[in-house]
C-alpha cells in the first residue's frame, strides 16, 4: 500500500488507502512522513496513532485488540496489552503514558491522515 501525499486546506495529507480495504474492528499500519502510523477503524470511525507501543518499544499497535471501554474507543497492544483511547492516544492504565494521535479525514471513500501528529504529540510523552 503507498500513500499519496496531497495539499488540502493548506495542510499536508496523506491518502492511505480506500475505507473499505479496512475491516471494521481492526487496524492497519501506513508509513506516514518517515513515521509508523496505525490506522485503526472501528465501524465507521477511522482514527490514526502512533504505531510504537511505549511499553515495548515494538511497532505493534496497529496489530492490537480493537474494542470499547466504557464508551471509549480503545486498542489493546499485542504484546503487554496496555490499552489506549484511540481519540487521544493516552494509556487507559498509566494515565503517564500516551501515544501520538493524528486527525483523519474520510473524503469520497479514501482515509486521508494529516501528516504531523496533533500539536503536543510530536514524542508521545
Known sequence: MTAIALELDGAPWEDVCALEDIVPWTGVCALIAGRQVAIVRTGDAVYALGNLDPFSKANVLSRGIVGDKDGIPKIASPIF?????????????????????????????????????????????
Not at 500516551?98 to 504529540?121: K, Q, S, W
Open 81 to 125: 496489552k496496555q490499552t489506549f483511547d484511540l481519540r487521544t492516544g493516552q494509556c487507559l492504565d498509566n494515565p503517564a503514558v500516551r501515544v501520538p494521535t493524528h486527525e483523519v479525514r474520510i473524503e469520497r471513500g479514501r482515509i486521508l491522515v494529516h501528516r504531523e501528529p496533533r500539536p503536543g504529540d510530536q514524542d508521545g510523552a
